[in-house]
């Protein structure tokens, strides 16, 4: 059997070449997503069909050699499941209809969840087969307080000023709307993994800018949850947890959620992650996604210097965060290539 470095990673190890992949690697950065994006009509229409999702999950595999492929979705598939109006505006992004209160959050319902969430399954199930042996497939989910202040706000951007007036306001009305989104969550990864998925990843978004109390009792609380139930349910397969901009707390987050796995942000300085975090977790990360739209040696010089700063623990190289649509896709291809060629002799 081939060794797929990513899982290998996860368990601990270390590699002179650590093996790679991109947040956000299918995107509008690639003329052939673009094709495919086209031709679906809107965005939940491609992501709801799985021969189209399939094929823009394996773009980037197929041009970049990356280890990873990242199932093809969004964080916003659990509330629309859930029966939330969903809908992604050219120039926008999402746009929810907001629920704003208990009456609201009253007309959420488990029922539809595994027959909206089945064409996703699909697509992991032809993703698996088509994969090249020696690269792991990564299903995900938002975290449940990301998921919420978008489902509160009904769009992004407000710095989460919608999910903290209803959070400081009525706590408990606002636990019960991440115990929802904690249930949906468990069911929505067990199908990802039962599926195919080999590696899941949180993507806690929006982590920043909260005060202690409410990063631990509505980040860190259910995520601790959510990690414990799938790992009972599902133990063999490793979470990796992205508490962006998270800056003190992170410590916290990795010790206290059961992640196995960090992924950092850009913003994070590496030897303090290195101190925070325990002894041998894996991380991954942290190469600012605008040295990617800068290119050139400037992006080889920093990306060696994150290769070099985290050549002591189990390594997943990676950006802080995802791939901006207007990134040159001779620089991701210019990356990529250095990442192969990658060997560090100090191992």
Known sequence: MIEKPILSVLKGERHTRPPFWFMRQAGRYLAEYRAVRAKAGSFLDLVYNPDLATEVTLQPVHRLKTDGAILFSDILIVPHALGQD????QGEGPVLDPITSRADFAKLSLDALDERAAPVYQTVRQVLVALPP?????????????????????????????AKAWAYHDPEGFDQLLALLEEASFHYLVGQIDAG?????????WAGNLPEPVFERFVIAPTQRLVA?????????????????????????????????????????????????????AVQGNLDPQYVVAGGDLMEIETARILKALRGRPHIFNLGHGFVPHTPVAHVERLAAFLHEWHDQSQ
């Open 229 to 281: 139930r799938l790992k009972a349910a599902r133990p063999t397969i490793p979470i990796i947890g992205f508490p962006r901009a998270a800056g003190p707390y992170l410590g916290d987050y990795a010790q206290k959620t059961g992640v196995d796995a960090i992924s950092l942000d850009s913003g994070m300085k590496l030897s303090y992650a290195d101190q925070c975090l325990p002894a041998k977790m």
């Open 197 to 205: 998925a080999e590696v899941i990843q949180i993507f806690e978004s």
């Open 134 to 162: 020696s690269v792991t497939l990564i299903g995900f989910c938002g975290g449940l307080w990301t998921v919420a202040s978008y489902m509160v706000a009904g769009r992004g951007g407000d710095e989460q000023a919608a």
């Open 86 to 89: 969903v809908a992604f505006k």
